[in-house]
């Protein structure tokens, strides 16, 4: 059941052969795909040999087979997790039915726009990152990044299917619609903000991956639980992929603290001029970094107060990330108070659950600090880095636009403007971020500023040669 049929046009597990429009639309969407990867993927690359993983069944051990590939020919296709017999939805009011195979009438639209949401994130980010591969640090990094953009590839490919496949003529427009959009267009820009944020140097990528990436792990993990079955197969094998653009964050930014803590100790300072000055990122600089990113994907999570939620949840839609791990499956009776800029609001808890969402997400983003803080300390120095409130910064709900401080603080509006540059990347830092970000393509050879990553990709070296490039 869980093997991948290779030697179609489309590799897939769903038996595409024995749907013949289906199969036929999605071959017609797929040279618009390489299309949009040629002129949208990573740039000057197309010819490069990378050693890649590619899916080859959707069991927990060994899904993964590795080798080299020229990103063009990598096999994009539709895997879903092995369906779980039986399934029952597992919360909401229809909590205990049996899980849909098909998408009820009344909730098509709806559904439809949680795909297309999740759907936009997928190339958005690619085309995000679509000009690091000219700069990076390494070649063991160069083929982390191009993993990943393939990857967010397929997760196209994953909501394309659902699309194609459940949700007919407006399925297919939408589809399309998934390639019109680009990232930071003026006149066609991608649903949400922060994937229209430019995403320029690595240090940004690494953020990225740790704050954005971790967003759409808890976005797929609570579609994962949806009563709509197919959904809740795709996000479940998407996961499985998501755990190493995660790994690529966490990863870069510890060998970011490595680094910097090196040089602290060569020069004898933690001077952040000095510092910058011996070729690293200071640690304030790096706060400035923490702090933009997770605000901007704490937006992600939507308003703190939201009738959408609790629809989406109440039908059985969307959960909540790790739904069995809660008592109350229905919700309809429990309350939530939640700080508003007035003081304290309590609400229905069905009202509150992107809060509870973003609580847990936040929670999560915490084991990184974690462990970098252990490096600082161990070090001996005493800074430590932390996260920003989930009341700065925000563009979406109740703290919209406020004069906040990263601990959270309301503060007179002048003092805030003068302070920001303090908090988030000025363009000062920006430029000298972006002076770091020279191209290092000696296989073993790192970058300056970050130090080698502990181990190399499927045991080999780390001066294995990740990514050929001819
Ligand atoms: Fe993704
Ligand atoms: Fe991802």
């Not at 009820?104 to 995000?128: F, H, K, M, N």
Request: proline residues 5%; negative net charge.
């Amino acid at each position: 059941m869980s093997s991948i049929n290779y030697s179609e046009k489309i590799p897939n597990n769903v038996n595409l052969v024995s749907d013949r429009t289906l199969q036929r639309a999605l071959e017609h969407w797929q040279p618009q795909f390489l299309q949009w990867w040629g002129e949208m993927g990573p740039t000057d690359f197309l010819g490069a040999d990378v050693y890649l993983r590619t899916a080859v069944s959707v069991d927990a051990e060994g899904w993964a087979q590795y080798g080299a590939v020229k990103m063009p020919d990598y096999r994009w296709g539709i895997f879903l997790a092995d369906p779980v017999a039986e399934r029952k939805i597992g919360f909401g009011d229809a909590m205990g039915q049996p899980a849909w195979q098909q998408v009820p009438g009344e909730y098509r639209s709806t559904l439809r726009r949680l795909i297309v949401t999740q759907g936009d994130t997928e190339p958005a980010s690619v085309e995000q990152q679509r000009l690091l591969g000219h700069t990076c640090p390494s070649l063991y990094d160069l083929r982390n990044l191009f993993q990943i953009n393939v990857e967010e590839g397929r997760h196209l490919w994953a909501m394309v299917y659902l699309l194609h496949a459940y949700f007919g003529r407006d399925g297919r427009e939408e589809a399309e619609e998934l390639l019109g959009r680009h990232s930071g267009d003026t006149d066609k820009p991608r649903i949400l903000t922060t994937f229209n944020e430019p995403i320029s140097d690595w240090l940004s990528l690494f953020c990225f991956t740790y704050f954005t990436d971790r967003d759409g792990k808890y976005q797929l993990k609570s579609l994962a639980e949806s009563a709509f079955d197919p959904l809740s197969r795709t996000c479940r094998f998407m996961l499985t992929e998501e755990a190493h653009h995660m790994f690529v964050g966490e990863t870069g930014l510890s060998r970011v603290v490595k680094r910097t803590l090196e040089v602290m100790k060569e020069i004898g300072t933690d001077d952040p001029a000095k510092v910058r000055a011996a070729g690293a990122v200071d640690l304030p600089l790096l706060q400035k970094y923490l702090n933009f990113w997770c605000s901007s994907s704490l937006d992600l999570f939507g308003n703190e107060i939201s009738s959408n939620s609790a629809a989406n949840f109440a039908s059985g839609l969307k959960g909540r990330p790790d739904e069995t791990t809660y008592d109350d499956h229905v919700l309809r009776e429990k309350t939530f108070t939640l700080k508003v800029p007035q003081g304290e609001e309590t609400v229905p808890m069905l009202n509150a659950l992107n809060e509870v969402m973003r609580e847990s997400y936040l929670k999560d983003c915490e084991i990184g600090l974690k462990r970098w803080n252990r490096q600082i300390e161990r070090a001996g120095h005493a800074f430590r880095l932390t996260l920003p409130s989930s009341r700065f910064r925000r563009s979406i709900g109740p703290w919209t636009g406020l004069p906040v401080d990263p601990q959270g603080n309301l503060l007179d509006k002048s003092i805030y403007e003068k302070k920001l540059n303090e908090w988030i990347p000025s363009q000062a830092d920006r430029a000298f971020v972006h002076s770091l970000m020279q191209r290092v393509i000696e296989p073993g050879k790192m970058a300056g500023w970050i130090a080698p990553p502990e181990r190399g990709i499927n045991n080999l070296a780390i001066e294995y040669e990740y990514v050929k490039l001819h």
